[in-house]
């Protein structure tokens, strides 16, 4: 039987054609290799040099996000620093003749007040009356100033009485004495008494004396020759002694200002300070009167630097017999110094005008904004001149913002750039 089997099978293989083929085309699968397991010294190893390669790629990645981080940060930082554009002040040729600015005003000038009081009776002179010394100005009705010395001289009489009678009685008192008819405590009464009475006289004298001074203010006079420049009361107004009060009461009855000399009051920049001298020449000009000056002297000087502006204040007086001067005029003051101080000039547009006056902001070599304040000479239009706060090296910034402040840091644009003076 087993052998019809096999009889049977390869008689089938070589009748059948598709089963031979699938046997001749069936693919050999080759099994892997056996590898041998690895040690596990080995495994630590591959596994310590990949957690090294992850540590070592986390440590790039945050060295690379901490450098952009930085990078970013003073992007911002430069960013949000202005950049000003800034030029150089220009040097002007210097001249001999200094000319500053200056206020004329009144050699002396004061306010009259009345020293008693009444009520306004009349006046006689008003603004603009040109006076003398002791001329009368106005009087003043005073009915209760009028009544008290009455009462004072009424009373002073009859303290006068008094004294008579007591030196009588003092005089018998001392003859009776000397007859022993009256006692020494007696007689010192008496002579007390009259003493007393000569002190109640002295009084009631300098209370009448008082009281006469009073009446006499009643008349207000001119205390210097000058220029009535102010009247502040009318007729029948209450008036109050001294300067105390409200309303017309208390306020003074006129100004007054002495306009022969006029005092000009002048700010000498600190490079001019050594060549002002009291009693050098000097000439006012003023903008009304072109081509006219006005011959005045150098009186005194304030002897120090203001360390806010750095100019010495300097008086000039100037004569003015003619009136045509008048106190409170604005004019300029020419002086011949002699010496070639440095002047300077700047854009117009780096001006500054703040509560402080005028300013520029100077760069520093730090970087920071200084701002300095300048005294200003002449107006040249694009230009001003400077005579004092800056000077020939100093940045100076060009159409600064109002924003701007003194210490504040700024970046500068190349100078090529700021040079165009608008």
């Known amino acids: 039987m087993l052998g019809t089997e ?10 059948n054609p598709d089963v031979l083929d699938d046997e001749r085309q069936a693919p050999e699968i080759t099994p892997p290799p056996k590898l041998p397991p690895a040690t596990p010294r080995k495994a630590l190893l591959l596994i310590g040099l990949v957690l090294l390669l992850l540590v070592i790629g986390g440590i790039i990645s945050f060295f690379v996000r901490l450098h952009d981080s930085h990078v970013l940060a003073n992007e911002t930082e430069r960013e949000s620093i202005p950049t000003v554009a800034v030029v150089h002040p220009i040097a002007e040729k210097p001249d001999e003749e200094l000319v500053l600015p200056g206020t004329l005003q009144a050699y002396e000038e004061s306010p009259i007040y009345a020293r008693t009081n009444g009520y306004l009776l009349r006046w006689y002179k008003d603004i603009g009356s040109r006076v003398a010394k002791g001329e009368l100005l106005a009087d003043i009705d005073t009915p209760e100033v ?10 002073r009489e009859q303290v006068a009485a008094q004294m008579d009678l007591a030196k009588i009685n003092a005089d018998r008192y001392e003859g009776l004495r000397k007859t022993d008819s009256v006692s020494q405590q007696e007689a010192d009464q008496q002579s007390s008494g009259y003493q007393q009475a000569k002190a109640n006289l002295d009084a009631a004298d300098a209370n009448v004396r008082r009281l006469e001074q009073l009446e006499s203010f009643k008349r207000v006079y001119a205390p210097f020759t000058g220029v009535l420049t102010r009247r502040n009361v009318d007729p029948g107004a209450l008036i109050n ?3 105390t009060g409200g309303g017309a009461a208390g306020k003074e009855l006129f100004d007054i200002a002495r306009v022969d000399p006029l005092r000009a009051y002048v700010s000498v920049p600190q490079n001019y300070a050594p060549a002002i001298k ?6 006012v000009t003023l903008p009304e009167l072109p081509g006219q000056k006005f011959a005045g002297i150098v009186v005194r000087t304030a002897e120090s630097i203001d360390q806010t502006t750095r100019t010495l204040l300097t008086e000039v007086d100037v004569p003015n017999k003619d009136g045509r001067l008048l106190p409170g005029s604005f004019g300029e003051v020419h002086f011949r110094t002699g010496i070639d101080a440095q ?18 902001a100077v760069v520093g070599s730090d970087g920071k904004v200084h701002l ?18 800056v000077e020939l090296g ?15 840091q700024v970046n500068v644009a190349p100078e090529n750039q700021g040079g165009q003076q608008s």
Not at 394 to 408: C, F, H, K, T, Y
């Open 6 to 15: 096999r009889e049977t099978t390869h008689m089938d293989s070589h009748t």
């Open 146 to 155: 009028d009544q008290e010395l009455l009462q004072a001289r009424a009373t």
């Open 241 to 243: 002694a001294g300067s």
């Open 278 to 283: 009291n009693g050098m020449q000097a000439s």
């Open 343 to 360: 002047k300077v000039t700047v854009p117009v547009n780096a001006m500054l005008f703040r509560q402080e006056g005028a300013q520029v």
């Open 372 to 389: 300095r304040r300048i005294t200003i000479g002449r107006d040249y239009g694009t230009t001003l001149e400077v005579l004092g706060g």
């Open 394 to 408: 100093d940045r100076i910034v060009i159409n600064p913002a109002d924003s701007l402040e003194d210490g504040q």
